[in-house]
């Protein structure tokens, strides 16, 4: 079974520029939650996706965004990208969403 | 608002001691509890996890951990370490009723283990 997988791995951007990032979850998962990954502050919860809704979003500003299609597949955006964005991006997918959840490899975002 | 909290930032050890990492959660109700595990270089990956039953429960590569929901904490163990378990440690929490879907880790445990 494929896992999931993350696009693109790695992006250089500057400020004020936007960004989307891309998950492909595990066939037949359809919980695709988003995290952000820095040395300071750990893994944050970004936003959780189960059939194309937001079901939960943690506290980060309006500029983070995302969706999930139909096949649930997930993307999240950044607008007007701000040093302190340069993270990690993991996603991460599970059947329901409050069981095990399996990670992606991540985006190396770096905002210049 | 639910948090998590590991007590160790940084834990040195040489192989073959036995390892206890801590991990204390607050969540006002029932909860699945998880150790994710992170090499160098690769993906987190699930080590072990709880959701009810047994409160001691086993992982891969010999790691166990025990929930005691009176202290809420869900400590994670190891007889004998070793060089190849040098990684960073996460714990996990999140709400098993179905109304939450917010995963919340601690900020990590990184364990060096020395041969």
């Known amino acids: 079974k494929a896992g999931v997988t993350q696009t693109p791995r790695y992006l250089i951007k500057t400020r004020g520029q936007q960004v989307t990032l891309s998950c492909s979850p595990i066939s037949g998962h359809r919980s695709v939650s988003w995290y952000q990954q820095t040395p300071g502050q750990g893994l944050q919860f970004l936003f959780e996706y189960f059939s194309e809704t937001q079901r939960n979003k943690g506290n980060f500003p309006g500029r983070f965004s995302g969706r999930q299609f139909s096949n649930s597949r997930s993307e999240m955006n950044v607008s007007t990208l701000e040093l302190g964005d340069s993270a990690l991006y993991l996603c991460?997918?599970?059947?329901?969403?409050?069981?095990?959840?399996?990670f992606g490899p991540g985006t190396r975002l770096t905002v210049l | 608002a639910q948090s998590v909290s590991q007590h160790n930032h940084h834990v040195i050890l040489s192989e073959a001691a036995s390892l206890e990492l801590g991990c204390n959660y607050s969540y006002g109700g029932t909860v699945n509890l998880f150790w994710y595990v992170q090499y160098p270089g690769q993906h987190l990956q699930l080590l072990l996890k709880?959701?009810?039953?047994?409160?001691l429960v086993k992982g891969i590569k010999g790691f166990e951990a025990e929930f005691i929901k009176s202290k809420f904490s869900f400590n994670l163990r190891k007889p004998s370490v070793q060089w190849s378990d040098t990684a960073e440690y996460f714990c996990?929490?999140?709400?098993?009723?179905?109304?939450?879907?917010?995963?919340?880790f601690g900020k990590g445990t990184l364990l060096t283990v020395n041969p």
């Open positions: 709880y959701f009810s039953g047994d409160p």
């Open positions: 991460a997918s599970s059947l329901q969403g409050a069981g095990e959840q399996f």
């Open positions: 996990a929490v999140i709400g098993s009723g179905g109304s939450n879907y917010k995963l919340t």
